[in-house]
């Protein structure tokens, strides 16, 4: 039963516009939450965090939002540019295991 | 600094043999794990450990042995391969559980 899921597998948007990408989780004792970004033949590499006494977290173009009552959180990126490509996973920490998402595959076209 | 070091990086395998996946860190981290990449499943937990001496299993541990001598290395033995094991493994380390990962290269094993 996948504790964390990203229902979207792919993602298409047009530069400058804004990518939404969304996850799901349903373990009560997450209380940590990450998104990576992963390259072909590459390990994923940490974008943004959020710990769940946060609503909110912003790091430049990258901002994630979490709603704990529904147990969802967002990543947006804005304005979204052609190196944004790549796979975005969403991870849940409950402070000793990390598990991910399916991914969801992010095309930005130029 | 070298971060987190996977050998060997491709390996072919046939059914029934074994191996070990190397996995180490020069972070000093304690927190380490090992999951696979299967196409549409995303990262799968395999094992995971929190310190020197201790493991615990994932999502999908069978098949798989894992253990913690030291702070810097986490192994993972495949003791009887299988064709299902085809997969992209990643080994990750963390200061703590509620820290970033960094990831490793990932090793890319074909059982045949």
């Known amino acids: 039963d996948q504790q964390v899921k990203q229902n979207s597998p792919s993602l298409s948007v047009q530069e400058g516009r804004i990518s939404i990408l969304n996850c799901d989780y349903t373990?009560?004792?997450?209380?940590?939450f990450l998104w990576y970004k992963k390259y072909p033949a590459e390990g994923p590499t940490f974008l943004i965090s959020?710990?769940?006494?946060?609503d909110k977290n912003e790091d430049g173009r990258f901002t994630v939002f979490l709603n704990k009552s529904a147990k969802h959180l967002s990543l947006h990126i804005v304005p979204s540019q052609p190196g944004d490509s790549a796979v975005y996973f969403c991870a849940a920490s409950d402070g000793n295991k990390l598990v991910f998402g399916a991914g969801t595959i992010l095309r930005v076209k130029s | 600094n070298a971060g987190v070091t996977q050998t060997p990086k491709f390996q072919v395998l046939k059914t029934g043999q074994s191996m070990t996946l190397q996995c180490a860190q020069d972070m000093n981290h304690e927190y380490m794990s090992w999951y696979r990449q299967d196409p549409g499943m995303g990262l799968r937990l395999i094992h995971y450990?929190?310190?020197?001496?201790?493991?615990d299993q994932g999502e999908v541990p069978n098949g798989y042995n894992v253990s913690r001598s030291t702070t810097e290395d986490f192994p993972l033995r495949l003791l009887s391969a299988a064709p299902s094991q085809t997969s992209v493994y990643f080994c990750?380390?963390?200061?703590?559980?509620?820290?970033?990962?960094?990831f490793g290269s990932g090793t890319r094993l074909t059982v045949v």
């Open positions: 959020i710990s769940s006494i946060k």
């Open positions: 450990s929190v310190g020197a001496g201790i493991t």
């Open positions: 373990n009560s004792m997450f209380d940590y």
């Open positions: 990750a380390s963390s200061y703590s559980g509620m820290r970033g990962y960094t």
